[in-house]
């Protein structure tokens, strides 16, 4: 631990003296890394971002962009910001738990957002800001919120009402709320990294899982999973978060260059998540591998109904008051069934 901090001190130190060189003729590199496909809202956003911080910084930076994985896995990653050894990273708000942050895994609790609208609420909002400050004491600077999509539930048996996914091995992110959602389902949930569900369901490792539709179709598990519901129970989006050392240390008008290249490329983020994740359930469709099922108001409600008890039950962990102020934020009413 201690070889660890000596270790990141010399990064910074590093950094420090890399950041006052500005005229140097090395552009200062920026790693970028994350777990899903390029064609997808982060993969596209990471990309867009990287466009426009090299052309606001005149070339000064370079920012190489890892997709799927690449580079490091869902933990490791995490590790390898405060290492300093990437500089850009935007994990789902599920992965924040093993960090020691635990109030991000209020964004897990199954239908507490009922669309994008009520979700802006809470992430262009007091609670967003407040949330991305508690990563501070971590060494890490939250930039932004991008948005993903909300989750439908798969497997290789059909699912139309929660019985049905009683007893299923079922994939999820390391979040304790969705381990207690899985379980309000009489599930089995099992931790896995991103980079391995899709053998994981190919092999019969794990049965099922959730996504948004963007990922299910870019990682090809639509191929491996004869049936999905659209049961829209969770939401799941990211936080672009950087090592606070590295990003203090940059000269003030690179900084300047890189926040209104991460203002513009949110903005073009959280525009297209719907869009893609949109096209990426048409894209399943048409592929005819997967059965996709709507369910009906009243299989609707029966989802409702099993999950909501998740939020009581997960108030200690994330936080009773954190709770309390997004339903306030976005009017959501727990006993509304
Ligand atoms: C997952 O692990 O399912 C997601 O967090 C992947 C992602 O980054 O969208």
Known sequence: MKFRTFLLGLTVAGWASMATATCAAEPIVIKFSHVVAQDTPKGKAADKFKELAEQYTAGAVKVEVYPNSTLYKDKEELEALQMGAVHLL???????????VREFEVFDLPYIFDGYEM??????GPVGAQLLAKLEPKGILGLAYWDNGFKSFSAN??????????????????????EEQMRALKALPQVMAFSEVY???????????????????TQKMFEVQKH????????????VITNKKFWDGLPAEIRAGLERAIKESTVYANQIA????????????????????TPTAAEKTAFKRAL????????SRV???LIEAIYKATGFDPDSL
Not at 119 to 124: A, F, P, R, Y
């Open 157 to 178: 048996t059909p699912i139309h009402r929660p019985e049905d996914l009683r007893g299923r091995k079922l994939r999820i992110q390391s979040s304790k709320v969705l």
């Open 119 to 124: 979700l802006g609420k809470v992430t262009n």
């Open 308 to 315: 909501l008890p998740v939020h009581k039950k997960m108030a």
């Open 228 to 239: 999905m519901t659209i049961t829209d129970h969770g939401y799941l989006g990211y936080a």
């Open 90 to 100: 935007a994990p789902s708000l599920a992965k924040f738990g093993p960090l020691g």
């Open 199 to 217: 053998q994981a369901l190919q092999t019969g490792v794990v049965d099922g899982t959730e996504n948004p539709h963007s990922n299910l179709y």
């Open 274 to 293: 719907k869009e893609e994740n949109d096209s990426a359930l048409a894209a399943v469709r048409a592929s005819g591998k997967t059965e996709i099922y």
């Open 319 to 321: 936080g009773a008051d």
